[in-house]
């Protein structure tokens, strides 16, 4: 894809960001974070690699954007399932409130990739304003998201939807690194049989939630 090298109007700025963004997802796919760079990200726009840094500042400034997508689309879907949740007249169980949770993540690989490096590297070579928007950002949706948790596990105190969500950052960025190990510890795992070390992402992270959630229900009672 070319795009012609000079944005004028606010659409196509709007337009060529979207672009840039667009080619820096595709790229992560199939290539690490770290085997991405902003040359390579240039050449998959059709862009020269100073017009990228007209957009972006710094390698990390663009992907955290990319992450603020694929958050923003997160948080989009799994409020409308909870919204759907807290509408049924039955009683909701933890299973299938974690059953909505799961299910809300596997179509956003964005999520997946990023979200293990997040706090190591995307937020580590940022300006403030860039960090303090991205900050603003996450708190409102937590914030929204935590209230609507509330609603479906009638148990929970208040703020504790919040408190669950960042619970869970803990624990997805742990479970991603831990069933992704690299290609040679992978391999030393297979042929010395130590299947302690092999975790299934999804199924680890549906049972410590529900832990989670227990945990939390229990704590209510005291």
Known sequence: MTIKQRAISQSEKQERREAILAAAEKL?????YHDISMASVARKTGLAKGTIFLYF????????????KGYRSWFRHINKRLKRLSLQKQ?????????????????????????????VILERNIDYKTA???????????????RLIEQC??????????????????LLIGLIQMSQPAPTVKQ??????????????????????????????ATKRR
């Open 91 to 119: 009683k909701i169980n933890i299973q299938e409130f974690v059953d909505n949770i799961m299910a809300s993540f596997k179509d956003n690989p964005v999520l997946i990739r990023l979200t293990p490096i997040l706090h």
């Open 132 to 146: 303090l928007d991205f900050k603003r950002f996450l708190l409102n949706e937590i914030v929204t998201t935590g």
């Open 28 to 32: 992560l796919v199939n290539d690490d």
């Open 188 to 217: 030393v795992i297979e042929e010395e049989r130590m299947e302690v070390f092999q975790l299934d992402f999804e199924e680890k992270l549906s049972e410590m939630m529900i832990l989670l959630i227990n945990g939390m229900k």
């Open 57 to 68: 500042k710094t390698k990390e400034e663009l992907f955290l954007q990319l992450q603020v």
């Open 153 to 170: 596990l009638l148990f929970l105190r208040k703020n504790d939807g919040a408190r669950f969500l960042l619970y869970f950052q803990v």
